[in-house]
Antibody
Framework: EVQLVESGGGLVQPGGSLRLSCAVS????????MSWVRQAPGKGLEWVAK????????YYVDSVKGRFTISRDNAKNSLSLQTNSLRTEDTAVYFC???????????WGQGALVAVSS | DIQMSQSPSSLSASVGDRVTITCRAS??????LGWYQQKPGKAPNLLIY???SLQSGVPSRFSGSGSGTDFTLTVSSLQAEDFATYYC?????????FGGGTKVEIK
């Protein structure tokens, strides 16, 4: 069974940092592109970042470029999102998601809440 | 960036109704379009990919159509478990973008 489990969310002050993790199981992690998608409270979905299976290529939405870093450890079946210089508008539930062929998100984690507030 | 817009933003319907949701892209995306269903407090669930292909395990009452800039998601006979929010997503280019969502509520 494919499973994705996020951790590392919490309350942080503006300008602070958090590292989100996503532990995966049930599939060959190193075969898949992976993404982070977020959803602000009561709002729609926003794709944040994606990473190639070998970790060598990464892509970001403009609003997080230079502040967030996506990475992966294929030996540990783990995906990460380092979030720095957090802003109130980064408050959201962050989902990790597995990309299927064509960049559709076929499997999702349960989400981790990041709340940025003073 | 490709902008995705959905209409309506919400609708009320009854069990058994046929429901259609529209998604429009700001430029042609071929058939690089997916549809997701999301229930409160849960992660989204992929329903349709490549505009009209049904994801494994999704009931056949869901169907998708369209190409270029205009797409539709149709639920042929709405069931109680279908009351949720639906999102379209383009996968033609990065940044991947979603429509604003359509909330389907019980009439």
């Amino acid at each position: 069974e494919v499973q994705l489990v996020e951790s590392g969310g919490g309350l942080v002050q503006p300008g602070g940092s958090l590292r989100l993790s996503c532990a995966v199981s049930g599939f060959t992690f190193s075969d898949y592109w992976m993404s982070w998608v977020r959803q602000a409270p009561g709002k729609g979905l926003e794709w944040v970042a994606k990473i190639k299976p070998d970790g060598r290529d990464t892509y970001y939405v403009d609003s997080v470029k230079g502040r967030f870093t996506i990475s992966r450890d294929n030996a540990k079946n783990s995906l990460s999102l380092q979030t720095n210089s957090l802003r109130t508008e980064d408050t959201a539930v962050y989902f990790c998601a597995r990309e299927e062929i064509g960049s559709y998100f076929g499997y999702w984690g349960q989400g981790a809440l990041v709340a940025v507030s003073s | 960036d490709i902008q995705m817009s959905q209409s309506p933003s919400s609708l009320s319907a009854s069990v058994g109704d046929r429901v259609t949701i529209t998604c429009r892209a700001s430029q042609s995306i071929g058939v690089a379009l997916g549809w997701y269903q999301q229930k409160p407090g849960k992660a989204p669930n992929l329903l349709i990919y490549a505009a009209s292909s049904l994801q494994s395990g999704v009931p056949s009452r869901f169907s998708g159509s369209g190409s270029g800039t205009d797409f539709t998601l149709t639920v042929s006979s709405l069931q109680a478990e279908d009351f949720a929010t639906y999102y379209c997503q383009q996968t033609y280019s990065t940044p991947l973008t979603f429509g604003g969502g359509t909330k389907v509520e019980i009439k």
